[in-house]
């Protein structure tokens, strides 16, 4: 037997909602040339937590196929919206398959089969990104992403270079590259839903990507357009940290 390691990067956001800092997350992340592990954990912070309670852990494996991506499974588990929340979508040539969801879920329209079987979740999205801009430079990225309720489609391109905004406790200042993108939501309405002109509606946003030195290509900035809570913002508040991950392999 042989030890090898690889590297552990740990990230920590603020995340601002109209520009106030409700939320901060915590992602870690590994990435392999054939394939990533990343797991998030996002919670209220401040005052916020007076009126709000969101505490949620959420994680995502899968393999990298050439230029494509294939999630293995998916899971979201903690506290929001008052209740407790479970989810876990298992990924495989025929889509994605939800084997948990709590609470259950009420009456929606029926999903688009087509776009629902080549779908990915959000984590999953961000790392194909993230990866097809350390390998190629290039963001031009169109994917359904599904959570196991909603099913959205977001189309991403560029990059650009960019100075990176220096406001609310960016860590990383000067160039980078953004690429652009918009999110519209095609499947899982619930039906008779008042909302559905505006989710369906395509929402712009943003991503600023950074080279760091020793963590490499990674998202330091997202901006985006909610159809309920407005303009939301993530920012990369303090330094990446590294840390190794040692597993055994056989000769």
Not at 30 to 50: K, R
Not at 117 to 124: E, N, T, Y
Not at 154 to 162: C, D, I, R, V
Not at 206 to 223: N, Y
Request: hydrophobic share 35%.
């Amino acid at each position: 037997m042989k030890t090898s390691s690889t590297q552990n990067v740990h990230l920590h956001f603020g995340v601002f909602i109209h520009g106030y800092h409700a939320l901060s997350a915590d992602a870690d992340y590994v990435l392999q040339p054939w394939g990533y592990g990343v797991e998030t954990h996002l919670y209220t912070v401040g005052l916020a937590s007076w009126f709000l309670t969101l505490n949620l852990l959420s994680n995502a494996q899968g393999h990298f196929k050439g230029e494509e991506i294939a999630p293995v499974a998916f899971s979201n588990n903690g506290f929001s919206h008052g209740e407790e929340q479970k989810a876990h979508i298992d990924f495989d040539l025929s889509g994605p398959h939800v084997t948990t969801l709590v609470p259950p879920d009420k009456q929606r329209e029926a999903l688009p089969e087509t776009e629902l079987k080549q779908s990915i979740d959000m984590l999953s999205y961000i790392v194909f990104l993230t990866h097809r801009m350390s390998m190629k430079g290039d963001c031009t990225v169109r994917k359904p992403v599904f959570d196991g309720i909603h099913l959205s489609y977001l189309e991403s391109h560029g990059p650009t270079q960019a100075i990176i905004p220096k406001d609310h406790g960016a860590y990383f200042k000067g160039d980078s590259l953004r690429c652009d993108f918009t999110g519209r939501q095609i499947g899982g309405f619930s039906i008779g839903s008042r909302f559905k002109a505006a989710q369906s509606t395509p929402h712009p946003g943003s991503v600023w990507f950074v080279q760091d030195p020793k963590a490499g290509m990674l998202p330091a900035r997202i901006e985006f357009e909610h159809y309920k809570m407005g303009e939301i913002l993530i920012v990369l508040q303090t330094e990446p940290k590294l840390s190794a991950v040692s597993h055994d392999q056989a000769h």
